[in-house]
């Protein structure tokens, strides 16, 4: 890539999507969106003057990656490409959106708007990296096959990278959510990792509306019966649940993992590296703990990048300090899994773990592999 040839940064695409919001789909052409037109051209094919449809297919594409729900909704009004929304006044479109939400369009543009907006570039530049479009089936995906799964063996540990979003792993035992020390779940709506685990667990009616929450419940109890009502929990502790209604993608456990510490008085928060390791080492020694518990036993887990979110660490440091216990914990009868959302991260684990063990090996799991983790 030469240096004049625009990069696919989430910020930057983000910008071209407020563009999009602001002016609307039928003035489209009118607008200088680079990002958006070089990641919506057909494979090996170059832009054409058609350029305007395949934007909009590429944000269709985009939003329809979301899972459904509220944040689906609001994306698609927002943008309008909900039926009949297309040459809509913004504000209109804003209007609808934020009703969405059941807030007001102010509070909606300050907060809400900026979350919606973010997730559909976040999606757009997940497609630019696989070199993937297309509908597929509803909320799922298409992703390279060398990105979808990948097995690195690292020393004695095999560890199979999954590169798409936490709430499409399937067949894993067990998933870590990242938590803070108060232990309290985000809002369904949220885009962070245990955001998304508490909107795929909840069990809806015929029509998608929620009618259970039950992780929530599941952690609000375990608090009550470990006096962590109303107090934090010591960094690094570990919250057993099940896994709501994503028992039916084979996870049987969610474990969340207290790593963040709120900073008083603000809406920040600090990480140590330490607490990610103590808490992966706690989630190890609690899935053997469990693991008889369970028909079959519990063997497999999933990690994600814990505190590399809005916890501030740099991937690299989450990655050195979620290895620091896996590698301290490897068994035989144990898969370790790590999550990561974008094809971007792979590299950087790669060359992360390249770094703590000489003798590692990575290649793409084979289509049988792929069929027996049941993860896509």
């Not at 602001?22 to 054409?48: D, Q």
């Not at 069990?203 to 509306?209: L, P």
């Not at 916890?311 to 990655?319: E, I, K, M, N, Y």
Request: net charge positive.
């Amino acid at each position: 890539m030469s240096p004049s040839t625009p990069q696919f940064d989430i910020a930057l695409v983000l910008q071209e999507v407020k563009m999009v919001r602001a002016e609307g789909l039928v003035r489209i052409r009118g607008l200088h969106l680079p990002l958006l037109r070089r990641a919506a051209a057909p494979l090996s094919t170059a832009v054409t003057d058609t350029w305007p449809v395949e934007v909009e297919n590429l944000l269709r594409s985009a939003v329809s990656r979301l899972g459904g729900g509220d944040l689906q909704e609001a994306a698609e009004y927002t943008l309008g490409l909900a039926p009949g929304m297309r040459d809509r006044p913004a504000a209109d479109r804003r209007r609808l959106a934020a009703k969405v939400y059941s807030l007001s369009v102010e509070r909606f543009r300050k907060s809400q708007e900026e979350i919606v907006l973010s997730q559909v570039a976040e999606q757009i530049c997940w497609i630019a990296g696989t070199g993937r479009q297309g509908t597929g089936s509803p909320g799922l995906p298409l992703l390279a096959p060398h990105l979808q799964h990948r097995a690195l063996n690292v020393g004695s540990v095999v560890l199979t990278l999954h590169v798409h979003p936490v709430e499409l792993v399937r067949g894993v035992d067990v998933i870590v959510s990242p938590s803070n020390t108060h232990l309290g779940l985000p809002e369904m709506f949220k885009a962070s990792v245990s955001a998304a685990l508490r909107r795929a667990s909840a069990v809806r009616d015929a029509a998608g509306d929620v009618i259970a929450d039950p992780v929530h419940e599941e952690l609000l109890n375990w608090r009550k019966q470990n006096g962590a009502l109303g107090r934090p929990v010591l960094p690094g502790t570990v919250a057993p649940t099940g896994s709501g209604a994503l028992a039916a993608q084979g996870v049987r456990r969610i474990y969340h993992a207290a790593v963040t510490v709120p900073r008083p008085g603000t809406n920040d928060y600090q990480v140590a590296p330490q607490d990610v390791a103590d808490a992966a080492a706690r989630a190890l020694a609690l899935m053997s703990e469990e693991r008889e518990l369970f028909t079959p036993p519990l063997k497999s887990i999933c990690f994600p990048l814990l505190g590399a979110g809005r916890g501030g660490l740099s991937p690299q440091t989450s990655v050195s300090a979620l290895w620091a216990a896996l590698s301290a914990a490897a068994t035989a009868d144990r898969q370790v899994h790590l999550v990561l959302r974008r094809p971007l991260l792979v590299d950087l684990v790669v060359d992360v773990l390249g770094a703590c063990d000489t003798h590692l090996t990575a290649t793409p799991l084979s289509d049988g592999e792929r069929k027996g983790c049941m993860c896509g």
